[in-house]
C-alpha cells in the first residue's frame, strides 16, 4: 500500500476546521436497526454551537472541563466544541458503582473547580451521592459550573473559536484503572497528531478505509485510536455503544459485514465474549473479506484466543493475517508498535522462569509445563522511540529482558499536577518509563510482564493497592494483610483476580471474611473475584515491600490448593443447607430465572449478587434480561440498591403497583 496521507494540520481545531468540508460522517450504532448519522460538517457547526453555551457559562481557554456522558454522540460534540475554545476536555468514566463516583469527585478536587458536562440524572446521582459521603462542597462546585447535554436546544449561534498552538494541552486523559489515586496524562496537539500519522503510516490509514469501534470513548484506545486517528485520515467512521457490544455482541460482526468495515478492533475480553455468546452458531451468513485490520490491544493478548476467534471467522471469510496485535499506553498517545502489514501473527514460547531484566531468553515447546507464549506486537510506529534498558537504565542487546522505555513528540510531557508520578516516570535523560517489561527477538517486540504489578481485567487496569484499600474495610482485615494480585493459569486468556488474605485460623472462621471482602470488591468495582486464598504469611522484602510474585508462584504451584478445596467443599454444604429456598413470588421466581441462567448456577433467592462475583458484564446481562420483563422498571445502578433476588423483587412489585395500580 501506498504511503498514508493524513489531513495536513498542526492542531486538533486546525484539523476539525480542514475536515469540515470532507464528505464523511459518523454513525452512531445503538441498535440493530437503530443509528445516527452526523457528517463532518454537522459535527462541526455543532460543536461550534455547543462551544457558545460553554464560553456563555463562563468557560475559557485552558480551563478544564470534565466530560461524563453516557452518549457517544453527546460525548464526541462535546469534546470537539471544547478542542475548538481551547477549553481542556477531561474525559471521565460513567461506571455504575461507588468507586467511578470516589473518582469523579478526586479527579475534580484535582482539576480545582472543573466545568462539568453531564445531564441531569446523572449529576442529581452525584449529589445524592455526594451527600451521603461528604462531598457536598465539590459537587456544589461542579453543580454550579455544569453544562447539562439535556437541556441544550439551540445551538445555532457559534462560539468563538481560540487559535491553539501545537505544544498547548489538548486534552487530559486520566488512567483507567486508578480510582484513589488517579493520574491525569497530560497530552497537547503535537502528542496526538504526531501518533495520529505515525499510526497511519504504520498501518496504511486511507479514506477509503472504514471504521468500526465498541470501545468506550474515555478509554484511550477508543478516543484516540478508533475516532481521533480515523477522523485524521478521513475515514468513514461508526461508533457503537459499549452497553450494545456487551448485551448482543454479535452485532459487531454482523455491523462489520453489513458495512464492509475494514478496521475494527477488541481487547482479549471482546473476543472472548463474542465467541462465548457465539457458542455453536454458524457465520457463514456473515462476509467479513473487506476486514483488512483487526487491533488486538488494550491488555496482553492471548496466542491461542486470538487463534481461535480467526478460526471461528473463517466460514466468514475473515483474512488470517487480519488479527494485528499492537502495543500502545495512553502516554504514548496511544500506538507505541504495531506489526509490519502483511506478516502472520507470531509467538515466542518461553521459559517463564527465565525472565526476569537482564535475563537472556530461552525458547522452549509451547506444550512445556514451563512454557509461556507471548505475541510479537510488532516494531515501533514511525516517530516513536523505544528501548529496552536494565534496571540502571542501560540499553540491552536483543533477546534480553528488560525495561520498556519510549521517547518521541507523541510521547506525554507528563501527569497532571503530580511531581512524585512525573520524576519516577522519566529518565534523567528524558525517556518515559512504561512499567512494561519486553524483549526484542529478530526485530520484533514482545510484551513479557509489568514492572509496575498492574492488573488486567476485561481490557482494563487495576491497581493492587485500589482493590486493597477496598478488600479491607471488611470486618477483620486492616491494610497489610489483603494483597490482590492478577493470576493467570496456564492456557487462561486474562488474569484471574485473586485476593489473598492473612489468616491462621480454621477454613470455618475464614469463608465470612473471605465472602465479605470478595462481595466489597465486586460491589465497589464490579469486579469479578475469582479466589480467595487464605495464607499463613505475606512475603516482604526487607524494605517492607509486598512481594506478590511468589504469592503468584505459589498458587500456580498449587500450595494452597487444599484450603481452596476445603472452601468449596464448605460452600457446598452451605448452599445445600440453606441455597434452595423456594420463592416467594412469582416476581421472584421470574428474577431467579434470570439470575440463576447469567450467573450459570443456581442461587437462593436472599443470596447477594456481590458475594456471588457478579462481574460488570453479568450485571448488564442480568439487567437486559430483567429490562425485557419489565420495561423501564429497573436502572442499572438499583441492582447495587437491591443486590438479592428477594429484595429486588419488593422493589419491583411495589413499583409496578405504584405505576399501574396493578398487583403483579
Partial sequence: MSRAEMTPANTLSELLAANRGVQRSIAYVDGENSERVVSFEELYQRALGILYHLQSLGARPGDKMILYVANNEQFVDAFCGAILGGIVPVPVALGISDEHKRKLLRIARLLAKPFLYTDRRTLDRIAAFASEDDDATTVGELTRRAFLADTLEDISKPGKIHAASPDDTAFIQFSSGSTSDPKGIVLTHRNILTNARGAGEAAAFSETDI???????????????????????????????????????????????????????????????????????????????????????????????????????????????????????????????????????????????????????????????????????????????????????????????GHIQISGDNVTRGYYENQQANAAGFTNDGWLRTGDLGVRHADLLYITGRAKEIIFVNGQNYYPHDLESIAYRADGLELGKVVAAGVRPPGASTDELTLFVLHRGGIEEFLPVATAAARLVNEHTGLEVAHTVPVRRIPKTTSGKIQRHLLEAAYLEGEFAPDLAALATLRAQLAQAGGTAVTSSHIEAILKEICDTALERGMSVDENLFELGASSLKLIEIHEKIDEQYPGHVDLTELFDYPTIAELARHLESKLVAGAGVAP
Fill in 211 to 401: 471504521a468500526l469501534s465498541w470501545m468506550p470513548l474515555t478509554h484511550d484506545m477508543g478516543l484516540i485510536g478508533m475516532f481521533i486517528m480515523m477522523y485524521a485520515h478521513r475515514m468513514q467512521l461508526n461508533i457503537m455503544t459499549t452497553e450494545l457490544f456487551v448485551r448482543r455482541p454479535l452485532l459487531w460482526m454482523q455491523v462489520a459485514s453489513r458495512k464492509r468495515i475494514t478496521i475494527t478492533t477488541s481487547p482479549n475480553f471482546g473476543f472472548r465474549h463474542y465467541l462465548k455468546v457465539l457458542g455453536d452458531r454458524g457465520v457463514t451468513d456473515l462476509d467479513l473479506s473487506s476486514i483488512r485490520l483487526l487491533f488486538n490491544g488494550a491488555e496482553p493478548i492471548s496466542a491461542p484466543l486470538a487463534r481461535e476467534f480467526i478460526a471461528r471467522m473463517q466460514p466468514a471469510k475473515l483474512a488470517p493475517r487480519a488479527m494485528y496485535p499492537v502495543y500502545g499506553l495512553a502516554e504514548a498517545t496511544l500506538a507505541v508498535s504495531f506489526p509490519r502489514l502483511g506478516a502472520s501473527m507470531s509467538s515466542l514460547a518461553l521459559d517463564r522462569h527465565q525472565l526476569s531484566v537482564g535475563t537472556t531468553i530461552r525458547e522452549i515447546a509451547a506444550d512445556g509445563p514451563d512454557a509461556a507464549e507471548f505475541v510479537a506486537v510488532g516494531v515501533p510506529v514511525p516517530y516513536c522511540n523505544l528501548r529496552i534498558v536494565s534496571d540502571a537504565d542501560e540499553e540491552l542487546p536483543d533477546g534480553q529482558v
